[in-house]
């Protein structure tokens, strides 16, 4: 997706930077090429570092789909 395609308070399907899988979360914030991502679903296999990360990671528009 392009960046103004994606709206804040909305939730997206996306891989953010250094997980192994997609995740299911709300956009809390903007910047050039990647949003900020609050995570509501993650794949076990990234459970830990959801947990490490506090349940906020970066992803590139690029890597959004709508859910």
Not at 47 to 53: G, Y
């Amino acid at each position: 997706m392009k960046e103004e395609e994606i709206e804040l308070g909305k939730v997206y399907r996306c891989h953010p930077i250094g997980f192994e899988a997609a995740v299911e979360g709300e956009v809390v914030s903007k910047m050039a090429n990647c949003a900020v991502i609050r995570i509501n679903a993650c794949e076990q296999v990234d459970e830990e570092l959801r947990e490490d990360k506090s349940n906020m990671v970066v992803a590139k528009y690029s890597s959004f789909t709508a859910v």
